[in-house]
């Protein structure tokens, strides 16, 4: 199973400041790997998925990089409403192993 | 526009069953294979499994192998996750997740129901 690992668990941070969360494979998923934001009492809402394609109505703050193992999500600037809880996911074809990894926790600073 | 509406909170004994179904509208049901996530309180996102609701076909994470089945009713538009042998850490927020791609699994979830949450206790 491909364990992905996220960096850091909590990141604090002002309004208005560009926030850059990590995220780490332990072998290459290629370009498969997707990142979610999820606030609380809510569903995961997907932001980003191809390492870099914005989802359907995602604001352009919101940027996706990387491949093979280490991948980087960039909010330029923040915004009230993103602060939340992000998640990495990888997915490889069929069939499916697709994994989490354990969150990033964006506080306001 | 596309709706995912699962189906409401149970509270079960440890060793029972609980099924869990998903009725989607806004958009051609067999198209789109469907993905089971769940969140246990206060932890992670964790992925169960897969269904194609064109011919059925699925794929189950290996830690629910044996425990899980994924079924469909092409005729309501519904998904179902039946979980059997439930524990105390089975306790969790499922949810149902469309996929973003048509007639194939890209592998994320690109639409979510709204969860329903599976409570295991004696």
């Known amino acids: 199973e491909i364990v992905m690992t996220q960096s850091p668990a909590t990141l604090s941070v002002s309004p208005g400041e560009r926030a850059t969360l990590s995220c780490r494979a332990s072998?290459?998923?290629?370009?498969?790997l997707a990142w979610y934001q999820q606030k609380p009492g809510q569903a995961p809402r997907l932001l980003i998925y191809g390492a870099s394609t914005r989802a359907t109505g995602i604001p352009a703050r919101f940027s996706g990089s990387g491949s093979g193992t280490e991948f980087t999500l960039t909010i330029s600037s923040l915004q009230s409403e993103d602060f939340a809880v992000y998640y990495c996911?990888?997915?490889?074809?069929?069939?499916?192993?697709?994994?989490f990894g354990q969150g990033t926790r964006l506080e306001i600073k | 526009q596309v709706q995912l509406v699962q189906s409401g909170a149970e509270v079960k004994k440890p060793g029972a069953s609980v099924k869990v179904s998903c009725k989607a509208s806004?958009?051609?049901?067999?198209?789109?294979?469907m993905h089971w996530v769940r969140q246990a309180p206060g932890q992670g996102l964790e992925w169960m499994g897969i269904i194609n609701p064109s011919g059925g076909s699925t794929s189950y994470a290996q830690k629910f192998q044996g425990r899980v089945t994924m079924t469909r009713d092409t005729s309501t538009s519904t998904v179902y996750m039946e979980l059997s042998s439930l524990r105390s850490e089975d306790t969790a927020v499922y949810y149902c997740a469309r996929d973003g791609e048509a007639y194939s699994s890209r592998g994320t979830g690109d639409y979510w129901g709204q969860g329903t949450l599976v409570t295991v206790s004696s």
């Open positions: 072998q290459s998923v290629s370009s498969n």
């Open positions: 996911q990888q997915y490889n074809n069929w069939p499916p192993s697709i994994t």
């Open positions: 806004g958009y051609t049901f067999t198209s789109y294979y």
